[in-house]
RNA sequence: GGCCCGUUAGUCAAGUGGCCAAGACGUCGCCCUCUCACGGCGAAGGCAGGGGUUCGACUCCCCUACGGGUCACCA
């Protein structure tokens, strides 16, 4: 067989040799230690839990050793590609904070080491492609889509390993005539890579977050340009981390799987390897079993499901950098207000077995975020917020942003700020009742109380309310009221003997809280009423008197 | 089914042969307290099972079970 006869009937059209390409793309000059990593989705424009996950640990990797994080666009299937795809994924990402250094923007290229958009580079895996079947490497397989499905069939019936090898790899010595007939009828083939390898084989590699694992030598010869030429991923992977010098390749646990092709494709292009960081997956409870999380099914899954529940950047970040890396959440009880990026990522923290995504811990996460947040920056993206998801809401925000940034500061700064706001979607719930627009009464008084007790502490305090009493004294004026109605002013007292009181000042705060808020439970009521201003307390209360 | 990965409390996890197996979330209780939130204290709850190796195994080896992943001209 003569290879290179063989490479040029079939690839025509090429004329470059790998050298000419080599020379297109030196070597990066950086530093000792960098990491140059990459993100290469696919342009669908739509984004997981999981997808954030690698670009984080990327994102990290680079930029923690000097190094460069680019985007790669691995549009090859035309099925996975959307209109839009490519801006979405970068805004949605920049959103987070996950910034390229390099790569594929919105309408071009930003880099030397392009172009990014695999689509574009089909030259060059052909140039890679013809250069194998030149070697006798690669070879052209005329089977159409049904004679694999027999194969297949045949094999599963006979229970052997499905797949493109040994005996069933029926164009892997096919004659030079034999081609040719096919190509004058101008039949649609694709190119195979001829692997020598046998299952026979096992041998050690190692993952820069699994560790060493057992692989066996792949025996299958997979195909590496499709029937349109374009590559399949494995080849593209190949060429493109090469051609760009990745020095480590994050990615889905799944892959470990084809790993043992990738170190034939790498060896057979005389390629020196990147370091491989294959990442644990992101499960969910399903019927009690954990699962991969699912785009289709799971719609918590979807990135933008945290953006429209609203749940803040920073606390998305902060709670994936704990799955992350399992010593995060350590470092930031001791550094409650370093920058995320003053942290020491490291593969070594990174977890070997897929971990459930907890709610209920992103919730917490975000708490804390938040309650460090000043009132002015929840302003800020609580308005963001509501302006994509609750117009009514954002205007009334908007009406009087002083008076809105008091109520946000309820509660806010000094040690120990309260934290009840883990969603940006819950702060309507929260300030309402600051707003005639927005009030209505939630709870009543229970009718334990007697309706005349209740009408004659409102009386009483309506009548004795000093707005610009301190919060002692307005205390001790709530007391005074209390102990004036039969009520227990001293909570201790009132615990030895309740028999002697009809209630205690207890009692009496929560049917001022109720007249003024419409709830049993709220910040200080103190600053509540201050805030509300006189008229609108005395108003509220008025109403409960009747 | 073949191959690969994994398995410490409900969840996330520390642990790398040697005190009664950290911590966080969640749950429950108590305290603080005019409610809520915060904060403090405390409780329940775990090394999948079985063999080895060793003076000694959560840690090393083997087997089993269970879970996950992957077996495309998709990535």
């Known amino acids: 067989m003569d290879n290179n006869f063989l490479a040029d009937i079939l690839y025509p059209n090429i004329k ?95 880099g030397a080491y392009g172009p990014y958009r695999q689509s574009e580079r089909a030259e060059i895996y052909q140039t890679y492609a013809k250069q194998l079947i030149r070697e006798g490497k690669a070879y052209p397989c005329f089977c ?23 005996e069933f790899a029926v ?48 025996d299958v010869d997979h195909v ?19 051609l760009m010098g990745t020095t480590h390749v994050i990615r889905d646990e799944s892959w470990l799987s084809t790993l043992p092709f990738h170190i034939q494709l790498f060896k057979a292009l ?4 990147p370091k491989y960081c ?52 350590e470092w930031r009880l001791a550094n409650p207000d370093a920058a995320i990026e003053d942290f020491k990522f490291t593969t070594k923290k990174m977890s070997v077995s897929g971990s459930l995504f907890d709610l209920d811990k992103l919730n917490d996460v975000s708490k804390n975020v938040i309650s460090r947040m000043t009132a002015n920056e929840v302003y800020d993206l609580t308005l ?4 994509e998801n609750d117009a009514d809401f954002a205007s009334v925000l908007e009406s009087d942003k002083d008076y809105a940034i008091r109520i946000l500061s309820i509660g806010r700064g000094g040690k120990k700020p309260r934290k009840d706001i883990a969603l940006w979607s819950e702060v309507k719930g929260y300030m309402s009742f600051f707003y005639d627009a927005l009030f209505n009464r939630e709870d009543s008084i229970p009718d334990k109380f007697n309706k005349e007790d209740i009408c004659a502490v ?32 001293d909570m201790k007292a009132y615990k030895a003997n309740p028999e002697l009181y009809k209630g205690s000042v207890a009692d009496v705060s929560m049917f001022l809280r109720i007249a003024v808020t419409g709830r049993m439970n709220s910040p200080d009521l103190y600053e509540v009423m201050q805030i509300l201003g006189a008229e609108r307390v005395l108003g509220r209360v008025a109403e409960i008197i009747g």
């Open 16 to 110: 470059t040799l790998p050298a000419d390409i080599e020379a297109r793309y030196p070597a990066r000059n950086l530093q000792e230690g960098a990491k140059v990593t990459r993100f290469a989705p696919s342009p669908t424009g739509f984004l997981h839990i999981g997808n954030l996950y690698g670009a984080f640990t990327d994102e990290r990797l680079a930029h923690t050793s000097g190094g460069v994080f680019y985007l790669r666009i691995e549009d090859t299937d035309a099925k996975r590609t959307v209109p839009n795809g490519i801006a979405i994924i970068i805004e949605t990402l920049g959103k987070l904070g996950v910034k390229f250094d390099e790569g594929a923007v919105i309408d071009g290229d930003n």
């Open 270 to 273: 005389g390629f020196k390897m």
């Open 171 to 218: 164009w892997r010595d096919a004659s030079l005539e034999q081609i040719q007939a096919k190509l004058a009828e101008n039949a649609p083939f694709v190119l195979r890579f001829r692997s020598e390898g046998s299952i026979a084989n096992k041998m050690k590699f190692r993952d820069e977050i699994k560790g060493e694992i057992d692989v066996t030598e792949n």
């Open 224 to 242: 590496i340009l499709k029937s349109d030429g374009i590559p399949t991923y494995h080849f593209a992977h190949a060429v493109d981390d090469h």
């Open 458 to 489: 409102l009386a009483n305090f309506k009548d004795t309310y000093n707005a610009n009493a301190d919060q002692s004294e307005w205390f001790n004026n709530v007391k005074a009221i209390a102990e004036s109605n039969g009520f227990c002013p």
């Open 278 to 329: 294959h990442t644990a997956q992101v499960l969910k409870l399903d019927n009690g079993n954990k699962r991969k999380i699912s785009k289709r099914k799971d719609p918590e899954a979807a990135l933008t499901y945290y953006h429209s529940q609203g749940y803040p950047v920073a606390a998305v970040r902060e709670y994936l950098m704990t799955l992350l890396n399992s010593n995060f959440e």
């Open 384 to 387: 963001a917020w509501a302006k």
């Open 144 to 166: 159409t889509e049904e004679e694999l499905a027999s194969i297949r069939e045949q094999q599963e019936s006979q229970k052997l390993t499905p797949g493109y090898y040994g």
